[in-house]
């Protein structure tokens, strides 16, 4: 887009040039950089200067990386994001991603490959609009994509699609799982063989419209607040088959240093959205996003179900409104996979990298500055 600025008359130039700069700032472009990956963490260049974790890929823009290791390669699941041109608002409308491309690479810091569009809303028989963030589990043979996306009524519901590559195409089943709702699905596979699925986001999530257990259409489009109890993620059992709740919804308990439960008013330590669970020397790790106070914290307990005690911060704000990660062991390290806005300056258009997760002696993680 720049090279043609010189192909202009000086008039001609002035009156294009603002167009023409926004154009360049708006697009991810194949002219920023090809598809790659850089070293994760913070390094030095030739002049001794850090600078960040880059983007893994940037002819597209992504979000919301759900990580895997399958047959001893890396998968990434993330959003993709694009400009809608949708005005920007708090239930977030203007995500409105259409559709999810599938990542992979074969070591960290290596080529990163984009496999191109795994499933598209056009071809999930329920869909209304906003595929948010997925994720995917192997079991039997199958790799299954979960997805929030809002039905015909505009209620998000999570959805499943299934394929025999862990790349898709994915096709998805005639109607979302029963008894779902709300976002950010994120699935975990215990060693005694059980599969869970931990699930909610506040705000335009929804997930406040569901505190009684039913939908409550009028429940204001807000986070809840206050010195009543924090509202909590959502985790069910799946079934054998992968495509349904095997047991009831149940509601997560985050617990303070004096085994409390949080409150809703606790906005540097309650959870807001994206729930990601790993284990570690025997003991369930839940993290999540703050929200709107943009940490990345965690919390510790003895069983999937919770309850679990916060524990600290993992990752400070990063650049952008929203922050959202998975947590994933390679080659006998740890890394977190997240994103941020580093190529657009867009909260709703952005890119994910990755970093080594680190913990300490006693199984707590080291707080990470990006």
């Not at 975990?188 to 419209?209: E, P, S, V």
Request: charged share 20%; glycine share 10%; with cysteine.
């Amino acid at each position: 887009m720049l090279r043609n600025l010189f192909t202009l008359r000086r008039p001609a130039l002035l009156l294009a040039l603002p167009t023409l700069l926004a154009a360049c700032q708006s697009q991810p472009a194949q002219q920023q950089a090809a598809t790659g990956a850089a070293a994760p963490g913070a390094k030095a260049d030739s002049t001794g200067k850090k600078y960040l974790a880059q983007p893994l890929v940037r002819d597209i823009y992504t979000a919301d990386p759900s990580a895997h290791v399958f047959n001893g390669k890396i998968y990434i699941y993330p959003s993709h994001d694009f400009e809608a041109g949708v005005p920007e608002n708090d239930n977030g409308d203007h995500f409105a991603m259409r559709d999810y491309h599938v990542l992979s690479l074969d070591s960290i810091g290596g080529k990163v490959t984009d496999h191109g569009v795994a499933l598209d809303t056009k071809d999930i028989p329920w869909a209304g609009r906003q595929l948010w963030a997925p994720d995917v589990a192997f079991k039997n043979g199958t790799y299954y994509l979960y997805f929030p996306l809002k039905d015909k009524q505009d209620v998000f519901r999570i959805g499943v699609a299934t394929s025999p590559s862990p790349t898709g195409p994915f096709k998805a089943e005639a109607a979302p799982i029963a008894g779902s709702f709300s976002i950010d699905p994120a699935v975990f596979a215990d060693t005694d063989g059980k599969t869970y699925m931990y699930f909610g986001g506040l705000w335009g999530g929804q997930l406040q419209r569901w505190v009684t257990g039913k939908y409550n259409a009028a429940a204001p489009d807000k986070k809840p607040d206050g010195n009543g109890p924090a509202v909590g993620a959502r985790v069910a059992v799946l079934s054998p088959d992968m495509k349904h709740f095997a047991g009831p919804v149940k509601e997560i308990t985050i617990l303070d240093s004096l085994g409390k439960p949080l409150l809703a008013s606790d906005s540097k330590h309650r959870f807001f959205e994206g729930g990601w669970l790993h284990k570690y020397q025997g003991k369930y790790y839940f993290s999540y996003s703050t929200g709107d106070t943009h940490l990345l914290v965690y919390a510790v307990g003895t069983s999937p179900y919770g309850p679990f005690t916060y524990k600290g911060v993992i990752m400070k704000p990063v650049e952008g409104w929203t922050t959202h990660h998975s947590i994933i062991e390679f080659k006998g390290k740890w890394y977190i996979f997240y994103h941020d806005t580093q190529l657009s300056g867009k909260t709703w258009l952005r890119n994910v990298k990755v970093t080594e997760l680190k913990r300490n002696p006693d199984g707590s993680i080291v707080t990470i500055t990006p």
